[in-house]
């Protein structure tokens, strides 16, 4: 079974400054992928970005990268410059290389950038 | 534009009501998510559909019902016997590949009263 583990609910980040989130994340596949989406007061899921587990490099998608390291099996978001149209909840997802590729996610990080 | 709509945005039933909430993509995705969405949770599946005619259950398919008669379509019906209905239910669309993110929804916020 897979699981992914989000330990901070909610962090604050003051603006313009960098914010790591966690997400750590339990499966037995060789082959899987991470996700990050964004999650508005609006209800909306917004894609962020991807990591593939056979990826040699972080991926990086304009102020957002992320800081993978898979011996420790974590996938940390990294965000840089925050802004105040950051806030909102990131919810870090994995899925696995089964065909049906649905998304594991976990409980979800509430991040707050203050002005 | 391409894109997932759901609708209503808000709906609002009678406990022992079953309800039925519409999900529509114009992306030609094969795959089709249901998710639910409890107040400062992750997301938790309900039934996904890979093919038109075919779906299978998620992790909490108890009360409820899905259907995929079109590509474009994936409607997801709460029954009674779904004890706590009241949620926020999120649809998603992809296509097959590795390194493809799921397209969601505006997503419906059901409560049940």
């Known amino acids: 079974a897979q699981k992914i583990t989000q330990t901070q609910p909610g962090m604050f980040v003051q603006e313009k400054e960098a914010v790591t989130l966690d997400c750590t994340y339990d499966?037995?596949?060789?082959?899987?992928?991470l996700f990050w989406y964004k999650q508005p007061s609006s209800g909306e899921m917004i894609f962020l970005i991807y990591?593939?587990?056979?990826?040699?490099q972080n991926a990086t998608e304009g102020r957002y990268s992320l800081n993978f390291q898979k011996a420790r099996k974590s996938a940390n978001l990294v965000i840089s410059a925050s802004q105040l149209g950051d806030s909102a909840m990131y919810f870090c997802a994995m899925r696995s290389s089964g065909s049906a590729r649905q998304l594991t996610f976990g409980s979800g990080t509430q991040l707050t950038v203050l002005p | 534009d391409g894109g997932i709509t759901q609708s209503p945005k808000y709906l609002f039933r009678k406990e022992g009501q079953n309800v039925t909430l519409s999900c529509e993509q114009n992306?030609?995705?094969?795959?089709m998510y249901w998710y639910r969405q409890d107040p400062g949770q992750g997301l938790r599946l309900i039934y996904y559909?890979?093919?038109?005619?075919?779906?299978q259950k998620g992790d909490i398919a108890e009360g409820y019902s899905v259907s995929r008669e079109k590509k474009e379509s994936f409607p997801l019906t709460v029954t009674s016997a779904q004890k706590n209905p009241t949620a926020f239910y999120l649809c998603?669309?992809?296509?097959?590949?590795?390194?493809?993110?799921?397209?969601f929804g505006p997503g419906t916020r059901l409560t049940v009263t």
């Open positions: 992306l030609n995705h094969d795959a």
């Open positions: 559909s890979q093919i038109v005619n075919d779906f």
């Open positions: 998603a669309s992809s296509i097959p590949g590795g390194r493809v993110e799921q397209y």
């Open positions: 990591q593939g587990s056979y990826d040699e």
């Open positions: 499966t037995s596949d060789q082959s899987y992928g």
